[in-house]
């Protein structure tokens, strides 16, 4: 039985199956492993990152393809930047560093003809926005 036509799951109709595991690891994550009393900042985290998850499964649905890489980083980018307003630290450095991955990031999927520049902005945007949102809960 197979699953999947290669590794790199160019149909979208592949991405289902992956995208539904990772929602109901990430809600677990977020309500029984991170919770909200004891890792606050890792709760919300979590709880962007399970936002992300849905949306890649509805796009999937929708037969849409994004860049999960693009999601990935972005939102690890924000979640940092929130984390050094939140803890009050200067994390500029590692910021910059995840703006750069966030390029380079970008300019491979492209390279590798894995995505076009629509579903780079699309997975750029699906992995920050909930990052950003989450910032008024716990900063």
Same mark, same amino acid.
């Given at each position: 039985m197979q699953y999947a036509s290669s590794l790199m799951l160019k149909k979208v109709k592949e991405r289902r199956f992956p995208y539904l595991i990772a929602v109901i690891l990430n809600l677990y994550i977020t309500k029984y492993v991170f919770t909200e009393s004891m890792?606050?900042?890792? /709760? &919300? &985290?979590?709880? !962007? @990152?399970?936002? =992300?998850?849905?949306?890649?499964?509805i796009l999937s649905c929708l037969n849409y393809k994004a860049s999960l890489h693009a999601a990935a @980083? *972005? !939102?690890? =980018?924000? &979640?940092? @930047?929130?984390? *050094?307003? /939140?803890?009050?630290?200067?994390?500029i450095i590692g910021i !910059? &560093?995840?703006?750069?991955?966030? !390029?380079?990031?970008a300019t491979s999927r492209l390279h590798l003809k894995a995505h076009n520049t629509l579903q780079l902005i699309i997975g750029f945007v699906a992995g920050f926005s909930p990052q950003f949102m989450m910032m008024a809960?716990?900063?």
């Open positions: 890792d606050l900042e890792l /709760h &919300f &985290f979590f709880a !962007g @990152i399970s936002f =992300t998850s849905i949306t890649f499964l @980083i *972005s !939102g690890l =980018t924000m &979640f940092v @930047i929130a984390l *050094s307003i /939140h803890l009050q630290l200067n994390l !910059g &560093f995840l703006i750069l991955i966030n !390029g380079l990031v809960y716990w900063i």
